[in-house]
């Protein structure tokens, strides 16, 4: 009877592995390393001190979209089927009608016998996840960066240990990372920053390439310089506020990335605001249900790591490799054909 129950549990979570899907990111390379930073921070409204914001000093990838209700749904069958030890889920996900939830249901009891399996509708499963904790932002992007999978959340470009509290100020991107939750330099220059502005790289006011506030009209065509939050009324109503990410195709920022303003906030790794108990980091970008002013460059904010909000998300960040990194793999792979050619 053992022997069966065993080999019943085994096949249950073989099977349960194949619901997990490899997760592919779509990113866009940004370039220009050492370009000039510039002065933003609180704003009206916003929490923190200024700060130079935005100066990167090396290529990296960039997601072009938020982390989708459908991507963090395949982690979760990955990482989170027997028990769920790191709180990656939030049954508030499950409910989009009271707390505007992404709509990421579970079922199952969490055992061997018995676990967690996750599922997302089509119509929400490309629209940004919310509900996730600045250390479930973390936990993904060490998934990603240990090749999906089994892969550790605990460790790669954030030593986590298992760490869940509200401080964690010394929880900071390792160096050897290839995927992480972007810095705040990184997220900045992605949605402020245009290279060819006033012939010599400047700022924008807006990350839909623009100065003057977008339109939040969702229209057959988008017609340039639209986003997702609160005019008098939401860009779309009940159940899902949140648009598909991309939603808005001609409004995307110089680098080509989308919904860095409105959708949900976004966590940075910054450090915004400190307390003797508590370390708050930071969120860019602004949400459905806020008007225009946390869309601009002058606004951040900032929670506790643990916080989870209907209005707040992620987006991560990739290692773009050195030159010399790719000169060697090159030599690698020409002495490996070598090396056949000759056995053949």
């Known amino acids: 009877m053992k022997k069966a129950f065993a ?39 916003g929490y923190g001190p200024d700060r130079i914001c935005g100066s990167v000093g090396y290529n990296y990838n960039i997601g072009k979209y938020e ?5 963090y749904t395949d982690f979760l ?9 790191y709180g990656l889920y939030s049954t508030y996900m499950a409910d989009p009608t009271n707390y505007y939830g992404c709509n990421i249901q579970r079922g199952g009891g969490g055992t061997v016998p018995n676990p967690y399996t996750y599922t997302v509708a089509s119509d929400w499963a490309n629209r940004p996840v919310n509900y996730v904790s600045y250390w479930d932002s973390l936990r993904f992007a060490n998934w990603l960066g240990n090749s999906q999978g089994g892969g550790s959340t605990e460790t790669g470009a954030y030593t986590l240990g298992g760490y869940n509290g509200q401080d964690g100020r010394t929880i900071q991107r390792n160096a050897n990372w290839k995927w992480a939750v972007t810095s705040e330099d990184e997220w900045y220059k992605a949605a402020y920053y245009d290279p060819d502005k006033g012939g010599g790289g400047g700022y924008w006011d807006y990350p ?34 949140r648009t598909n ?17 409105g959708n949900v906030w976004e966590w940075n790794e910054a450090i915004v605001y400190e307390t003797s108990n508590s370390a708050y980091r930071g969120l860019r970008g602004g949400a459905f249900n806020n008007i225009s002013d946390p869309l601009q460059a002058s606004i951040r904010t900032n929670y506790i790591p643990t916080d989870e909000w209907d209005y707040s ?32």
């Open 7 to 45: 080999v019943s549990a085994v096949i249950t979570l073989l099977c349960l592995g194949t619901l997990a899907q490899a997760v592919t990111i779509a990113t866009v390379p940004v370039g220009n390393p050492g370009n000039a930073g510039e002065l933003s921070g609180a704003g009206a409204g």
């Open 67 to 71: 982390v989708t209700a459908g991507q």
């Open 77 to 85: 069958n990955a990482k989170a089927t027997v028990s769920d030890p």
């Open 208 to 241: 839909t390439k623009s100065n003057i506030a977008p339109a939040n009209q969702v229209l057959p065509t988008d017609p340039g310089n639209s986003a997702n939050y609160f005019i008098n009324n939401y860009s779309i109503g009940s159940p899902y506020y």
């Open 245 to 261: 990410v991309g939603e808005f195709e001609n409004s995307g920022s110089a680098y080509g990335t989308f919904d860095q303003g």
């Open 313 to 344: 998300g992620f987006r991560v960040s990739e290692v773009v490799p050195e030159p010399s990194s790719l000169i060697a793999l090159a030599g690698g792979l020409i002495s490996l054909l070598s090396i056949r050619r000759r056995r053949a």
